[in-house]
């Protein structure tokens, strides 16, 4: 989903202002909320069942890199569609969720708060792109380099073919 995001939201924003830039940013917003909505369900998750431990040979300086981007992933995944969603009711875009319902404002209507707002949002997005990026750098890394498990740790059903 986030893969479809970002370069959604970097093509809406270039958009000559018009039918299709409207529908993009409804369904860029729709899809932020989804997002953030299945991230905190994995937040959730991630709590109670603890990722696969990463190989023994794996530095402590690398363990701790890996655990900070971890953490900065989903705090940008949860954070970013609470910026977008403040800075488009405080721009006076009530928000709604694929057209189901509207969702409840949070924010009464400040030019300046949603101008904030807007940069933290744009500013998250670089970040965030930059992360990910390295993120999946470093498991291509090990899977063609180093040759261990983490890639295959990150799949889907790794817990239940268990570690090496
Ligand atoms: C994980 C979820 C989200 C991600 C990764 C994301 C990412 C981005 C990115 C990369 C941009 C382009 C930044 C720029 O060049 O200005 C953008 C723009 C935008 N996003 Fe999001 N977004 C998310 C969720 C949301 C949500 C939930 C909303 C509103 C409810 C929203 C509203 C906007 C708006 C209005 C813009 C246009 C730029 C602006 O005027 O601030 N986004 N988003």
Redesign the pocket.
Known sequence: M?LL??PL??Y??DQPIGPDKFSN?AT??????L??TV?ALRVAWRLTHPAPPLPVAIARWQRVIARVTQVLLYV??LL??????L???A?N?P?SFFGLFT?PTLVGVNEEFSKG???A??M???V??VLISAHALAALHHHFFRRDDVLRSMLPGAGRRGQS
């Open positions: 986030l995001q970002i939201a970097f809406m924003v940013y860029h917003k729709s899809l932020g909320l997002l953030f991230t940008l995944m970013m569609p609470l910026t977008g969603l800075r488009s009711q721009a875009f928000v969702v707002m807007s940069a949002h744009e998250q997005g670089s965030l792109l």
